[in-house]
Structures are given as structure tokens and as C-alpha cells.
């Protein structure tokens, strides 16, 4: 196992009596795309909103490239190389797709024009809505909305990019130009991937980590995973 | 033409034409565009935070009347010149500003609205409180003697109407400049989805206090100037009449246009002025005015505008 880029301890949260996330212990190394799964309820979306820093942990502590990040606020995380796509589509939609990349870009590049321009440029031809830039955000196709998140992402050049739920709502034809365009990222970026598309996730990810009741219940490759009795028990609702 | 070269073109052109107006309009006029462009400098400070920014402030009477009274006390009690008596104005206005929105932005939405409502009431009254020095509700009168910058007479109608046009064109074009800027771009992603623009890793609170400081400096700026222009300091300009009235101009004008502020100004000022003029109930002309540009506007004039025909305006 490689350089740790991001891990937590004891990381837990809870709402009221409900434990939604329970002393999570957690360790991704450098340029992996991990996977994380687990039935609805999991505790998923609260852990990963603790990493980011949208929701504060009740114990536990988060470590970003061997510093505690724990106390940090969100935006601080963000400037410090980590980079969070929302679950629910969250563009600005009454800006053009060039101004909303061109945000994601100009927090690193400052005044620099021409740079933010290429970047722009750049990131929306990776996710193939270059010929789109002019266009206002919100009339974009949804799948189209979906991949002006990620090109956001990308243009912030982070060295984890958090990807929450990508490929909801794309169709089959979309999802298999995501899987190709993550397979390209590998080698600049670290991925984090929160999915529910199973085919998505044992195609793309070198290791999956399985949640269930706000604890990790197995993480191992795919095929460990495929054939992990627990694993295939709590998606039966039987675990 | 590009689309900066129409922006330019807009902008600049409506300077001058005010500037050529000062040559044309009859008296009664000429006082009136001068008293709606001081009063529109305002409103563009205003629509920084608003129409750009997405913070409805109902408390921006206290920036106003801090930029005339700071400005006004300068030349009382000091003796201060006009330069560097609406320099302290602006200085009030931006230090004040710092720390009631270091404070108000603790809070969003309507509870900002209440907080910067209670934090202008209590100016409003620290000014009747010390009503020794700021004359309370009676206010005080700047002697034409004390209102000569650089040996002119700023008491006299035409060097006014160009004092005040000077400074609209100040404000017109540093707004202008100020949202094609980066951080002029963060206020508007802020106002657009503010979560989102946290999760880019701005930092949302910094930006917001700082479109609180800009836009109350373009106010005090505005309220130092109609002090010094008009020649009298009152509390009436603090009270919450005077936080209402530019949130009007702006809906009226146009929610996040450069432009759109001055046309609301000039709008409401002549509604009023006109309807007075055939009843004493101009107050429900104006209502009525009012109501159906609520309806069949809701952008404002330039917002409307903006939706049909210019799309480019900023």
C-alpha cells in the first residue's frame, strides 16, 4: 500500500439517538479510485459530508496528507486540495457552463485570463461540452448538468476528487463515457466514488469499501467483495 | 460591436448624456437629476449587496446617514474642508459597515434583514441620543462658506449638478468594474448557490463582508456628498424610510444591473413628482404604478429589458 492521502479515526456522527456514522477508521492511498457502498441509510453521504467538512463529526478525526483537517471549514479543505461533486446536481444555473468552470478554476489561477480560459476550455473538453460553453447552465440535459459537475471538479485540479453519486440519472450510453473519463483521471487525482451502479463500481474501482449501519462491514477488491457472503447478506436487506 | 463594446458604449453614454443635460434642462429639472443622482449612487452601493451579492439589507439608512454625519461633524466641530470631511464620511461608513456586518452576517435570509433593520434603528437613535452635537430630528445647516472645494462654490446649481455627476460616474463605472472583476464573479456565484461556492473553496463569509464594505462605502460616499451638495445633516435620513427607499429604486431599475438603480431612481422620483401634481393622493398613483410593474415586471425595467432584448447587459 502506497502514501496515505486521506484517512479518519473514530470518525462518528450521530443525530439525536440515531448513530448514523460509528467510529469509521479509514485509509485511502494515493491515486486509487475507491468505491464506497452500501445500502440506503448507511451512512454514506454523512461520512463523506464529514471528509469535505459540510457537517462536522460529534468524535473522530480526518486527516488529509498527514494533517489533522478535523477543525477546518469546508472551503479551507477545497483550497487544500480536495474536491467534492454534490449528490444533487448543484451548478450555478443561471450562469453560462464557461463562468461556472471558469469559478471552479479562477479560485487557484487568480487574474490570469488566459490561463483560466484553457483550463476551461480544457476541462469541458474532457467531459465533451466544449461546444457548450456559451450555453446557460440550466438548460443543459440533466446528464449534461451531471458532467458540468465533474468538469467543475476537474478544473479545480484537486488531488482527491470526492464524486458523490455521479452517475444517477445518466443514461447507459453517458455512463459508459464516465467510466472511460475516470480511467483517464487516474493518473492525476486520487477518487473517491460514492455509487450505487454496481457495474460502475466493479468495473472501475481497485477497492471498495462497504458500509452498513455506520460501519465499515468489509473492503477488499471487487471480486472480495463480489463474493463476500456479509456483503451480499446486507444487500438482501437479510444482514 | 462586441459585447464589452456595447457595455462601454451604455455606460459611458448615459454619463454623457447627463453631462449635456446640464445644459439643457430647465431649473426645476436640472436640481431634480442632480438630488436623483446622488440618490442613485446610493442605490448602486445598494445593488452591489443586493442585486449582486443576494443580501437584502433593511438597514442601509445607517451607512447613508453614517458617510453625512461623519462628514457633517468633520466640517462642525473640526472645521474640516470638504475633501477630507466626505473622506471621513466614507471612512464612518466603511468602519461601521465592518463590524455590523462582521455581526449581521452571522445570520441569513430574513433574520439579516431583522438585524441590519435593528442595528439602523439604533443609529438612528445614538443620533437623536446625542442630539447636542447632531441637532436630532432638527438637524443642522452646512453654511455655503464651508461647502467651497478648490475655490468652488459647491452651493451653486450648475458646480452641484456636476459634483453630483461626478460622483454617479464614479460609482456607475467602478460597480461596472468591480462585478467583471474575480471577486466580483464570487458575489455573483454566491448569490447564485452560496453552498456551491464554498465547495469551490471560497470563503463565502470573507466575500460577504467584503460586499458589505463596498457597498456601504458607495453609500456613506452618497450620503456624505448629499450633506455636503444640499447643504443641511438630519436624522430624517437615517430612519428606516431611507434603507426602504433604495431596496425600491433597485427593484424597480433592476435587480443586478449597473444600470437599473438610476432608472428606478429616476422613475420613482418623477412618479411622485408628477402624480402630486394632479392629486394629493399620489401616494396611491405611485402604489398602483408600483404594483403593476410588480406584476408585469418583476426584473425591473432594465431587468425586463435585459430578459428581452439586451442580453448582454451587465
Known sequence: ?239 | MNETGKIITLHVGLIALLFAMNFILPAYHHGNIARVMVLASYAIGYNILFGYTGLLSLGHALFFAAGMYGMGLAIRFLGASPVPALLAGIAVGALLSAAVGALALRTTGVAFMIVTLMFAQAGYLTILLFGEWTRGDEGFVIQQAERILWGIDLSDANNRYLAALLLFGCCLLLSLWLIRLPVGRVFVAIRENEERAKLLGYDVVRYKLAAVVVSASFAAAAGASYGLLFGYVGATFATVQYSIFPLLWVLLGGTGTIIGPFIGAVFMFYLIDLSSGVTNAYMLIAGIVLVLLTLFAPQGIMGELRRRVWAWLP
Open chain 1, 1 to 239: 500500500m502506497g502514501e496515505i492521502i486521506l484517512s479518519t479515526r473514530g470518525l462518528s456522527r450521530s443525530f439525536g439517538g440515531l448513530q448514523a456514522v460509528d467510529a469509521v477508521d479509514f485509509n485511502l492511498p494515493v491515486g486509487e479510485i475507491r468505491a464506497l457502498i452500501g445500502p440506503n441509510g448507511a451512512g454514506k453521504s454523512t461520512f463523506v459530508n464529514m471528509l469535505i467538512g459540510r457537517i462536522p463529526p460529534t468524535a473522530g478525526v480526518v486527516k488529509f496528507k498527514d494533517q489533522d483537517i478535523s477543525a477546518l471549514p469546508a472551503h479551507v479543505r477545497v483550497a487544500q486540495g480536495m474536491a467534492y461533486t454534490f449528490q444533487i446536481t448543484s451548478v450555478f444555473s443561471n450562469l453560462s457552463v464557461a463562468e461556472n468552470v471558469a469559478l471552479a478554476a479562477r479560485r487557484r489561477l487568480g487574474r490570469d485570463k488566459i490561463a483560466v480560459q484553457s483550463e476551461v476550455k480544457h476541462a469541458l473538453d474532457r467531459v465533451g461540452l466544449a461546444d457548450r460553453m456559451a450555453q446557460i447552465a440550466g438548460d443543459l440535459a440533466y446528464g449534461h448538468q451531471r458532467l458540468l459537475e465533474i468538469a467543475m471538479g476537474l478544473a479545480q485540479k484537486p488531488q482527491l476528487l470526492i464524486l458523490d453519486e455521479p452517475t444517477q440519472g445518466l443514461a447507459d450510453s453517458e455512463v459508459a463515457e464516465f467510466k472511460q473519463l475516470i480511467r483517464e483521471l487516474v493518473s492525476e487525482t486520487t477518487i473517491l466514488l460514492i455509487e450505487h451502479n454496481m457495474n460502475v463500481v466493479m468495473e472501475l474501482a481497485d477497492t471498495i469499501t462497504v458500509l452498513n449501519f455506520g460501519k465499515i462491514l468489509a473492503e477488499g477488491t471487487p471480486a472480495e467483495i463480489h463474493a463476500n457472503p456479509q456483503v451480499q447478506a446486507a444487500y438482501l436487506g437479510t444482514g
